[in-house]
């Protein structure tokens, strides 16, 4: 009787146990539901108590440069572009797809100088995020040391409650368009220290204003250098692209900042970006933006367009800069 009992009770307690593990799951899987959406990452349901261990889980570390390869960073630097004139420019576009990285690495040797402080990246936010403005606090690890953060301007932006920045590290390292520039920024200029910051294509422009205005007044106590992180046409032919870059290069010479709003991926990835470099201009009364150089990702690559690489159309690429009067 007494085996019988123990038997029993041993069921009984196996049952509970197993309960236990499967409710445990259950509640662990439901509070990461990450998805994969149309290719980007969507964390749009993730819960509050994922990000706030997220979060802390980045407060202990450096954001890595996920896409980071050494052998073509090496390839980039021995095929980089030969620009003139940049070691004034205050404010640069350039791209952030790195088939065009000899642009990339061209570009920001040809501006590196030991007087810059502080380097302001704007970009398209790729990810999938329901903020509209997403900055973080967080440094960076790169193949030549830590490239570290503004913390105190980082901490002014996300203080400014009428754009509602949010401070998401997560977000910062999976999206390509600061983490494909910060190796060549850590390799030429390591004194500065970075302000990153992703934008949604739902900023309006009176939050462009008020951004431009911030970037406008942390500018004046330091020795402040802005880039646009901006790939222009997408997924079209190649004479389809070559016209929209044209009608591009038009309304930035015009300033019409309503049209570029409008336009979509066929022109610009990030018309947000560009405004917000165009009216950050025009309140540090700097020289409007000049023309640098453009390529396409058919130049870069080299194949025949009707190759499968280009079955969803090529991308292209400008560089624009901005002096002082």
Partial sequence: MN???SVLMFIILLVCMIAT??????KLG???TDQMVDGNLDITQTTEDSQTENQQSYDNRTIACLFYNEKDFIKSIRLKQNYEGLDDTVVGII???LVASDMIAGFISGIANDTIETVVII??????????????????STAFGTM???KDNINNLLSLSNINANNNSEIMEADHAISSLIPYINKYM??????????????????????SDFLTEISKDNTMLVLGSIDFSHYLRSNEAIAKDVETQDLIKGKDYRRLKDLGDDHIDSPETLITLMKYIEKMNYEDLEFVDNSSSLEKIGLPENSEVFKDGLT????YKSRQK
């Fill in 316 to 319: 292209t690429y400008m560089i």
């Fill in 190 to 211: 390591p004194q500065v220290k970075v302000i990153p910051i992703l934008l949604g294509g739902n900023v309006t422009l009176e939050e462009i204003d008020i951004l």
């Fill in 21 to 26: 593990g499967v409710s445990l799951y259950l």
């Fill in 148 to 150: 570290e953060v503004d």
């Fill in 123 to 140: 970009g398209p936010k790729h990810v999938k995020y329901n903020s509209k403005i997403v900055t973080s606090d967080v440094n960076w």
């Fill in 3 to 5: 085996r019988k009992k």
């Fill in 30 to 32: 439901l509070n990461h």
């Fill in 95 to 97: 791209p952030h797809h």
